[in-house]
């Protein structure tokens, strides 16, 4: 695990977009751009942050790409989160050992659909979550018709982030025995997304109360026979784990970094592996406008903090941004970092890569589809 440091003292100002590769070529905007070097560059920190890559869960939610998961497969990845049916498909096609859906649902047809995944793939170990008696009982309906050897079912707990998951406590361990009980208890997940916290020392005191809490909550289940180990963590927790009680950490927005890592998690060292390249359509004085609006870069952020690019962005419409600055001209192509890489990687259905050779392609990515 990497050395502690103090408390947050990084004054990082974060990236340049400025300063990052852009195409040098004529490309139809808005564009979603991954750099290669720098998601490679991204996984190395990021093992190494975790204690080795035999304990990285990377979540593919963030990239929903193929290519990426046989990229991180061939650099030594052996395990993968997912959270929808469709990146569950495409991880045991891209032959990772072991996928884990973290989406706990009773919706019978999405369990269905991962089910037949599973049994497409009988060499793939599959993971589900469940955090409700109806949850279990939907497996257990979809599995009595026509078993999948290769899947098992993990307790999601709620660490405190309040979105799924059972409070950790005797009401986990009775669903768990209920697992257990039909042979399919994989084990416990747990995640963190609440610890957000930009000083380090701060997270690193709150992982290690949940991990203490966590310790005991697992050993008292494994005396009641429940034998499994913990997946734990995202982006600012995986490197503060005790790797006695997360077997696994699962941060996933690392792959592309973003405008809010690279200020708050600066000492990582991630680089910043995606963007979303737009054209200047028009400048006046003060601001310019840009082919970037909200259906190039999703609004789940607040206005102001979606993207860093060439200036503070003024306003925001479908198809527009207006940003204030006086320091571009019509026709140039500026990057744009945005805040949440997720959601903005998932308006595009394919990307443009500058690969490790220096060479770009466009490659497919599953981009909104379910
Ligand atoms: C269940 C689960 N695990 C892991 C992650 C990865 O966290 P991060 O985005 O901080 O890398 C997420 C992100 O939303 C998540 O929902």
New binding site residues.
């Given amino acids: 695990m990497a050395d502690p440091v103090p408390a947050e003292t990084s004054t990082s100002t974060g990236t340049d977009p400025g300063t990052l590769t852009l195409p040098p070529f004529a490309v139809e905007t808005p564009c979603f751009v991954i750099l290669e070097d720098a998601v490679l560059h991204n996984l190395r920190q990021t093992a190494h942050g975790a204690g080795g890559i035999a304990r990285l869960m990377p ?1 593919i ?2 990239h929903r790409a193929s290519w990426l998961i046989e990229t991180m497969l061939a650099e030594g990845v052996r395990a993968f ?1 997912a ?1 929808t049916a469709a990146e569950v498909e495409i991880a045991a096609a891209a032959g990772a050992p072991y996928v884990v859906w ?2 706990p649902t009773v919706n019978s047809l999405a369990i269905a659909r991962v089910a037949r995944a599973a049994r497409s793939h009988p060499h793939v170990r599959i993971a589900a979550m469940v955090d409700s008696q109806q949850g279990l009982r939907a497996w257990q309906d979809e599995l009595a018709g026509d078993a999948a050897p290769n899947l098992r079912l993990r307790l999601d707990l709620d660490p405190g982030l309040g ?2 998951g059972v409070a950790i406590g005797p009401r986990a361990w009775e669903l768990a025995k209920r697992i257990n009980d039909a042979r399919l208890f994989d084990g416990w ?1 747990a ?1 963190d ?1 609440h610890i ?1 916290n930009p000083d380090r020392a701060l997270r690193s005191a709150r992982v290690t109360e949940l991990a203490e809490r966590l310790r005991d909550f697992v050993a008292g289940g494994r005396d009641q026979g429940l034998d499994g180990d913990l ?1 734990a ?6 490197d503060l784990w005790p790797a006695d009680i997360a077997r696994w950490v ?5 792959t592309y970094s973003s405008a809010q890592h690279d200020v708050e998690l600066a000492d990582i060292g991630w680089r910043i592996g995606g963007y979303v390249l737009a054209t200047v359509l028009s400048v006046r004085e003060g601001t310019a406008t840009l082919d970037a609006g909200s259906k190039a870069i999703s609004p789940d952020i607040p206005l102001a903090d979606r993207f860093r690019g060439p200036g503070p962005i003024r306003l925001m419409k479908e198809e527009h941004v207006v940003v204030a600055t006086d320091r571009v001209t019509v026709g140039q192509q500026v990057a744009l970092i945005p805040r949440h890489g ?1 959601t903005a990687a998932y308006l595009y259905d394919r990307a443009l890569v500058r690969l490790r050779d220096g060479s770009w392609e466009y490659r497919p990515q599953l981009g909104a589809s379910r």
């Fill in positions: 979540h939610k963030t989160k959270a973290a989406y979105r799924t997940h995640y997304g957000q997946i963590a995202g982006s600012y927790s995986f699962s941060p996933g927005s690392w997720c």
